[in-house]
C-alpha cells in the first residue's frame, strides 16, 4: 500500500508534549508521598529532608508542567494547522462527525474511521479537557506555593475556596490526570497497531502516513 | 537554705501551688508523665533527700543569676529553698570562717551522699593559681570536695567545657570539671547560661530516681540535649522553604525569616532552648530574631564565632537556596526557556513562510 507522508507535529509540540508528560509523571509521583509520606524514619539530621526533597521536585516540576501548557496556549493559537484548536475540537459539524465515526471505530463497529492528519476529534476534545484540568491544576498549585501572594489569593479563593478546598481539588486532579495517561497510552497504542498511520512515533519525528487514496 | 536557716516561713515562701508548678515544668522538659509530678514532690521535700553544696570558680555568676531571676519565683526557690542548698557562695548568708565551716561540715557529714553543683572552670596553669577562695586554689577545693560527692552537676559552658575563659589562647589553662574529676559521676548542664530548668529537672531526677538522667556523649542529659535547636526551630519552614533574614533589620528579619544567614548556630548545636524557652515568658533567642550563638556546645567561642556570619556547608534543601525560593528561580528559567522556545517557533514560522511561501511539506 502506498501512503502518503504528512508532516503532522512541530518540534515545539513534541517538546511540549514530553515536558507534559514526564512532568506530569514526576508530579504524580511527588504529589502521592506528598498526601502520604512512606519514609517515615527516626533519624533526625540536618543532612536529609525527604519532604523538602519531595517537594522541590513537585515544584520544580509544577514549573515544567506550567511552560509546557504555555507552549501549548501559544500552539492553538499560532500552530500549524493540526495544532490549532478548531482542527480538533468538535467545534465545527465536521469535527462532531468525526467524533461519531471515531467512537464507532473504537467500539469496533465500523473499520473505517475518519482519517485525520492530526488528532481525531474524540482524542482532540479529551486533550482540550485535559488542558482545562491543567489550567486548574496550576492555579490551585500555584495558590498553595505562594500562599501569602494576594494575587494567587485572589485566583484561588474565587476558584477553588480555602487552601484546604483548594488542596483537594488539586488531589481530585491528580486522579483525573492517571486515568488520562492510562487511557491515552493505551488508545495510542491501539491506533497505532490498528490504523499504521505511525502515531507512536508521530510524536518523536512529527510524521504521520496516511493510506494514499488510489 | 532552709537547712541552713531552718527558717520555716522563707520555706513557705514558695507556695505548694508554685511549688508543685515548678515541679511540673521539670517534669515536662524531661518528658515525664504528668503522674510523675506527685513523685518529684514527694522526692524534692523528703527529710532525707541529699542536700547540695555549689562552687564557684572561674565564671560569672550568670549561670546562679538565670535561677534567681526568673521572672516568677517557682523555679528559681524550688532551686534555693526546696532543695537544700548548704553552701553557696552567691546566696549564702555565712561569710569567711563560717561559710567554710558550713563546707566543711556538709561534706564530712554527708559523705558519699551530697550533689555537688560546679560552676565556672577551673585554672589549671601555674599551679592553678588564677583562682583561690580562701587561699586555696580551684583545683585543689575541687580535688577535695568533688570524690565525696554523690554526683556532680557542672552547671554552665565553663563548668562543663571551660568556657570564655578556656577560649582561644587559654592564658590560665582553663578546663571543665570532666577534665579534673574521675571517679564521680558528672553531669554537664551546658549552656551560656544553661536554662535553669534543665538543671532543675536533673537534680529532681536525681532526687527521684536515685539515678542520674540518661547522657550524651558529652555528658550532657538527653532530655535536654537530645536534639538540635535547627530541627525543633518554629522558624523552620523559612529555612527549607529559602526564606532568610539578610541582614539585622531588613524586611526578612521583620517578617520572622530564618536567622542562618546573619549567623544563627542552631544547625549545629545541641539544646532544647526552642522546647523549654527562656524566663517563664516563651522566649529564647531566636524567637526575639536573634541567631543562635552555639552557647551549649564546647569550645563555641572559638568554633561558633563569628557569631554574625553564616555556618559554611550546612545542606539547605533546593540546590542551597530553599525549595520554595529555588523552585522560583528554576521555574523563572524554565518559564524563559518556554518563551525563547515560542520566540524560536514563532521566528522559523515567519522565515519559512517569507522563504518559501505556504508551500505543502507533504511527501509521498
Ligand atoms: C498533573 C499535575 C499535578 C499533580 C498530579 C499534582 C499532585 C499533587 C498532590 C497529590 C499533592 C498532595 C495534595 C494532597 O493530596 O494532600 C500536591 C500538592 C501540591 N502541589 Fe501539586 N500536582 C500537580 C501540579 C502542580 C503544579 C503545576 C503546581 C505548581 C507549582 C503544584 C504545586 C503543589 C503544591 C504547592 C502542593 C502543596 C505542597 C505542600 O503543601 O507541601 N502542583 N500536588
Ligand atoms: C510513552 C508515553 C506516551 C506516548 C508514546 C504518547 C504518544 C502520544 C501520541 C502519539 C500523541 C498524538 C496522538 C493523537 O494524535 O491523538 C500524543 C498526544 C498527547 N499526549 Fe501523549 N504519549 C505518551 C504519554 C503521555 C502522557 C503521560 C501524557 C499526560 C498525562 C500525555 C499527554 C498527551 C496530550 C495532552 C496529547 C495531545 C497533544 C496536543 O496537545 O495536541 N501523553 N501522545
Ligand atoms: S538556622 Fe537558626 S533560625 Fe534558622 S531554622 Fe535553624 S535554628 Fe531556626
Keep these: ?136 491544576q496550576l492555579t490551585s498549585g500555584f495558590y498553595m506555593l505562594y500562599p501569602e501572594s494576594l494575587a494567587w489569593q485572589g485566583w484561588g479563593l474565587m476558584l477553588f475556596g480555602t487552601q484546604q478546598e483548594a488542596r483537594f481539588i488539586h488531589h481530585l486532579l491528580m486522579w483525573y490526570f492517571i486515568l488520562f495517561a492510562v487511557a491515552h497510552l493505551y488508545l495510542v497504542i491501539w491506533n497505532d497497531v490498528k490504523t499504521k498511520e505511525g502515531l507512536v512515533s508521530s510524536i518523536f519525528n512529527g510524521t504521520k502516513y496516511e493510506p494514499k487514496k488510489l | 537554705m532552709s537547712r541552713q536557716f531552718h527558717n520555716k516561713e522563707a520555706a513557705t515562701d514558695v507556695s505548694r501551688r508554685g511549688f508543685i508548678k515548678g515541679c511540673t515544668i521539670a517534669a515536662a522538659a524531661m518528658g515525664l508523665s504528668e503522674s510523675m509530678v506527685p513523685k518529684l514532690v514527694e522526692a524534692a521535700t523528703s527529710p532525707t533527700r541529699p542536700p547540695v553544696v555549689w562552687l564557684h570558680f572561674q565564671e560569672c555568676t550568670g549561670c546562679t543569676e538565670t535561677l534567681l531571676r526568673a521572672s516568677h519565683p517557682d523555679v528559681g526557690s524550688l532551686i534555693l529553698d526546696t532543695i537544700s542548698l548548704d553552701y553557696h557562695e552567691t546566696v549564702m548568708a555565712a561569710a569567711g570562717h563560717q561559710a567554710e565551716k558550713s563546707l566543711h561540715d556538709t561534706i564530712e557529714k554527708y559523705e558519699g551522699k551530697f550533689l555537688l553543683v560546679v560552676e565556672g572552670g577551673i585554672p589549671t596553669k601555674d599551679g592553678g593559681i588564677y583562682c583561690q577562695i ?29 568556657g570564655i575563659q578556656a577560649a582561644q589562647p587559654n592564658p590560665t589553662g582553663a578546663v571543665g570539671v570532666k577534665d579534673l574529676v574521675q571517679g564521680t559521676p558528672i553531669v554537664n548542664i551546658s549552656g551560656c547560661p544553661p536554662n535553669p530548668v534543665n538543671f532543675l529537672g536533673t537534680v529532681l531526677h536525681y532526687l527521684t530516681f536515685k539515678r542520674l538522667p540518661a547522657l550524651d556523649k558529652l555528658g550532657r542529659p538527653r532530655f535536654a540535649y537530645g536534639r538540635k535547636i535547627h530541627d525543633h526551630c518554629e522558624r523552620r519552614a523559612h529555612f527549607d522553604e529559602g526564606r532568610f533574614a539578610e541582614v539585622f533589620g531588613d524586611e526578612g528579619h521583620k517578617q520572622g525569616y530564618c536567622l542562618y544567614k546573619v549567623g544563627c548556630k542552631g544547625p549545629e548545636t545541641y539544646a532544647n532552648c526552642p522546647s523549654a524557652r527562656f524566663n517563664d515568658v516563651g522566649v529564647w533567642p531566636v524567637s526575639v530574631g536573634h541567631g543562635c550563638v552555639g552557647c551549649t556546645e564546647p569550645n563555641f567561642w572559638d568554633s561558633m564565632t563569628p557569631f554574625y556570619e553564616r555556618l559554611p556547608g550546612v545542606n539547605i534543601p533546593g540546590s542551597g537556596e530553599g525549595i520554595v525560593t529555588g523552585a522560583g528561580s528554576a521555574g523563572k528559567k524554565i518559564l524563559g526557556v518556554t518563551a525563547a522556545a515560542v520566540g524560536i517557533h514563532a521566528a522559523v514560522g515567519i522565515g519559512k513562510k517569507v522563504l518559501k511561501g505556504n508551500k505543502s511539506e507533504d511527501q509521498e
Excluded at chain 1, 13 to 29: D, G, N
Excluded at chain 1, 57 to 64: K, L, P, R, S, T
Excluded at chain 1, 68 to 94: C, H, M, S
Excluded at chain 2, 145 to 160: L, S, Y
Design chain 1, 1 to 136: 500500500m502506498l501512503y502518503v507522508q504528512h508532516h503532522a507535529w512541530s518540534i515545539l509540540l513534541r517538546l511540549y508534549h514530553w515536558c507534559f508528560a514526564l512532568s506530569i509523571v514526576a508530579l504524580v509521583t511527588t504529589g502521592l508521598y506528598i498526601n502520604a509520606p512512606w519514609t517515615n524514619t527516626m533519624i533526625e539530621g540536618s543532612s536529609s529532608f525527604p519532604m523538602a526533597t519531595m517537594r522541590y521536585i513537585h515544584f520544580i516540576a509544577g514549573f515544567v508542567f506550567t511552560g509546557a501548557i504555555l507552549a501549548r496556549l501559544y500552539l492553538l493559537f499560532f500552530g500549524n494547522k493540526q495544532e490549532r484548536f478548531w482542527d480538533f475540537l468538535p467545534v465545527t459539524p465536521k469535527n462532531i462527525k468525526n467524533v461519531f465515526e471515531t467512537l464507532k471505530l473504537y467500539s469496533y463497529i465500523s473499520d473505517k474511521g475518519d482519517h485525520r492528519i492530526g488528532h481525531n476529534v474524540l482524542a482532540g476534545t479529551i486533550y482540550g479537557l485535559t488542558f482545562l484540568a491543567a489550567a486548574a
Design chain 2, 134 to 162: 580562701a587561699g586555696k586554689t580551684a583545683m585543689a577545693i575541687l580535688a577535695e570536695v568533688a570524690p565525696k560527692a554523690a554526683a556532680i552537676i557542672a552547671i554552665g559552658t565553663c563548668a562543663t567545657f571551660g
